[in-house]
């Protein structure tokens, strides 16, 4: 049975004060909690404090991105050696505003997939259509197309060690949510499109998050359905008692 997973993303919010604040309130909150695994992304400003906050904690640390070089000159990224080095175990790649506002590929993608992988960071692969598309009836279209293009060249090992996050971008900081059933819909359809391109067992274990609009209100539908393995958690993260629930309501 796949352990669920609830990550939250800070995105571009908090100064340190705000994060430390945030994240022992979260330890105090969910000490004893064991039945779900707990991810937060905080900027890339706050993951060394964050690091140190959560030494010997249940909440696990991930970043928001990285380069797919291991150094060099290329001002303003951050290695996925550096992101190792300061503590992280997860890295999202490929969220929505990445592809959308800094004009990320799937080939970008791929290739911090596979840096991640190589640096034995647990990847978070985002996926998910834009409300044309949606309203085109294109989403599995486009959700395939994403999965072909940034999941390119990986073996089983690899991607058994990776995580899959569907984001509809039309739902992200909206407040509108998939349904469970348009989530489910999609969910099935990448791990069936998984279960094709590698095997039954390797399609049977990868956990599936769903992102966009992630509440204390929706996430337990959302979890009733048999291919949603856990949230992206954006907004409603940034807020000790709502994560909380979102966490608690999860399982």
């Known amino acids: ?81 550096m992101l190792k080095d300061i503590g992280c175990s997860y890295v999202i790649i490929g969220h929505s505003e990445r592809r959308n506002i800094f004009s990320e590929t799937n080939q970008d993608v791929n290739r911090k997939t596979k840096a991640a992988l190589s640096a034995e960071l647990t990847p978070i692969i985002c996926v998910g259509e834009v409300l044309d598309e949606r309203e085109a009836g294109k989403t599995i279209e486009v959700v395939k197309k994403q999965l072909e293009e940034s999941l390119a060249d990986l073996d089983e090992e690899q991607i058994l060690k990776s995580v899959i996050a569907y984001e509809p971008v039309w739902a992200i900081g909206t407040g509108k949510t998939a349904t469970p059933q348009q989530a489910q819909e999609v ?6 499109w998984l279960k094709d391109k590698y095997c039954i067992d390797v399609s049977q274990q990868i956990r599936i998050l769903y992102g966009g609009s992630v509440k204390p209100s929706n996430i337990k539908d959302l979890m009733s359905e048999d291919d949603v393995d856990g949230g992206l958690v954006g907004g409603a993260s940034l807020d000790s008692a709502s994560f909380v629930e979102i966490v608690k309501n999860s399982v």
């Open 1 to 81: 049975m796949r352990k669920p997973l609830i990550a939250g993303n800070w995105k571009m919010n908090n100064t340190l004060f705000q994060a430390r604040e945030l994240i022992n309130s979260l330890r105090r909150e969910l000490i004893d909690f064991e039945d779900a695994d707990i991810l937060i992304c905080p900027p890339f400003t706050a993951l060394s404090d964050a690091n140190d906050l959560l030494i010997e904690s249940n909440i696990k640390l991930g970043a928001q991105n990285l380069y797919w070089q291991e150094k060099g000159a290329f001002t303003g990224e951050v290695s996925p050696l």
């Open 187 to 192: 969910h099935k359809f990448i791990r069936t």
